[in-house]
């Protein structure tokens, strides 16, 4: 049975919150009664191009979370930027006290072919979606062991289950986000931390309208083109993302450590 305060007195920490299934996310464990540490780059970044999260962004989550009634601390940083995170972690047990939650949302995503990226295409990539979350988790994972408990749920995607054609970096930063995640499960079980990887199919949120942008389409023309859903949807919303990482942030899902949670349509069993 779900509490719908089930998260109250507990401190979630999220990597890319400014916006989207980070947003989303923020919102709906404050909803849980969970107060929040949101991180975000909150500023442009030269690759991929489109437009990322906002301090404005980072300001009204925060206004959202204390209208709902849960505290919400903002840190404007990189995830390839071990001083800012780790400030933001400190700073997060310096005003909340602890960490249970760790959403490593934070990521990027860009079309091209393998052979046709520049060097510094691929290190963006790779930096961000995988080196962020490990250099996020190994600050925030020592908070955890002292605790004796947490949750780590990290954002891949079904590009961590499958290849994809003109997305081999994006792939393989998200395979590798898988075998990280696994590799965690092993590290921290003993220590009562459990971590999961989720792989959602295309999720609508800004990410999905400026890839669209720098592909000259229309979101549903992209999604068109590659998705591919079983289910007579051209996406998931980031609502439903932000309820599969409050269950398996959940003692609903206690024993869940280890795996992969796929909320992907259908797309893999086509």
């Known amino acids: 049975m779900t509490d719908e305060r089930e998260f ?9 919150a400014a916006h989207g299934q980070g947003r989303a996310t923020a919102l709906a464990l404050a909803r849980a009664g969970a107060n ?14 489109y437009e990322m999260g906002s301090g404005e962004d980072l300001s009204s989550l925060q206004e959202e979370c204390r209208k709902i009634g849960a505290e919400c601390l903002t840190f404007e940083g990189d995830v390839r930027d071990d001083a800012a995170v780790t400030a933001a ?8 006290g602890r960490i249970d939650i760790l959403f490593n ?16 295409e691929w290190d963006a990539m790779i930096d961000i979606n995988l080196k962020g979350a490990w250099l996020v988790g190994r600050r925030v994972i020592p908070v955890m062991i002292e605790q004796g408990s947490g949750v780590i749920i990290n954002n891949s995607s079904i590009a961590g289950l499958r290849g994809m054609g003109r997305l081999s970096h994006y792939a393989a930063s998200k395979w590798g986000l898988t075998g990280l995640s696994k ?11 459990r971590v999961i990887s ?18 000259g389409a229309t979101p549903q023309e992209i999604a068109e083109r590659s998705a591919g859903n079983l289910l007579p949807v051209p996406w998931v919303e980031a609502e439903d993302v932000a309820e599969a990482v409050l269950f398996l942030a959940s003692d609903r899902a206690r024993y ?15």
């Open 183 to 193: 590799s965690w499960a092993l590290e921290l079980a003993g220590h009562g931390i």
């Open 36 to 49: 929040v540490a949101a991180f975000d780059v909150a500023g442009p970044l030269a690759y991929p191009g």
């Open 256 to 270: 869940v450590t280890g795996s992969e949670f796929v909320l992907d349509a259908g797309l893999l069993s086509r």
């Open 89 to 96: 972690v400190s700073g997060t047990t310096a005003s909340l």
């Open 198 to 215: 989720i792989h959602p199919t295309g999720v609508n949120t800004p990410m999905n309208d400026g890839l669209a942008a720098l592909e």
């Open 105 to 120: 949302n934070a990521g990027i995503c860009a079309y091209g072919y393998s052979h046709e990226l520049s060097e510094d």
């Open 8 to 16: 109250e007195g507990k401190v979630a920490f999220i990597t890319g």
